[in-house]
C-alpha cells in the first residue's frame, strides 16, 4: 500500500464520527442558545419601550396579572422623566432555563430639572411558555425616577 492508499483508508473513518459528534454537540448548543437569545430579544424590546415610553413595548412583558398596576406606576412615576440609555450589563440564566437575573444600567433626567442620575438595577426574569416576564425590580445603584 502506498502513502496515498493509506492516508485515504485512515481519513474514511473520520469523516463519519465527526459528522456524528457534531449531530450530537449542536443541539446541546442551540438549546441554550435560543434561550439567551429569546430572554435577550424580551429585555432589548422592554427597554426600548421603557427608553421611549412605548407601553406597547413594555406590557407584553409583564405578566397579565400585573399590567394594570404597571401601566398606573409607570405613568405617576416618569412623567417629566426622559431615558437618556440604558445598557444591558449581564444576564444570568438559572438551570431550567425557566429564570433569569439581568442587570441593566441606564440614565435619565427630569425635563425640568435636566440633571442625569446614573441607576443600576438587577430585574428577575420568569419564563412563561415562549414569553418571558420581568417580575421584580431591584435598585443596585442610584435611585429610580
Do not use: K
Request: glycine share 4%; charged share 25%.
Amino acid at each position: 500500500m502506498n502513502t496515498e492508499e493509506h492516508r485515504r483508508e485512515f481519513e474514511r473513518p473520520t469523516a463519519p464520527l465527526l459528522v456524528a459528534l457534531v449531530a450530537l454537540a449542536l443541539p446541546a448548543c442551540a438549546g441554550g442558545y435560543d434561550t439567551q437569545t429569546a430572554l435577550r430579544n424580551a429585555v432589548d424590546e422592554f427597554h426600548d419601550g421603557f427608553r421611549w415610553n412605548a407601553m406597547g413595548s413594555m406590557l407584553p412583558h409583564i405578566r397579565p396579572e400585573d399590567q394594570d398596576a404597571f401601566a398606573a406606576e409607570h405613568q405617576a412615576s416618569m412623567e417629566d422623566v426622559q431615558i437618556a440609555d440604558y445598557e444591558v450589563d449581564r444576564l444570568v440564566i438559572a438551570d431550567g432555563n425557566e429564570e433569569a437575573d439581568v442587570w441593566v444600567s441606564f440614565s435619565w433626567f427630569r425635563v425640568t430639572e435636566m440633571v442625569v442620575h446614573e441607576v443600576t438595577v438587577r430585574e428577575h426574569w420568569a419564563a412563561d411558555g415562549s414569553t418571558w416576564n420581568r417580575t421584580e425590580v431591584a435598585v443596585e445603584r442610584g435611585e429610580l425616577p
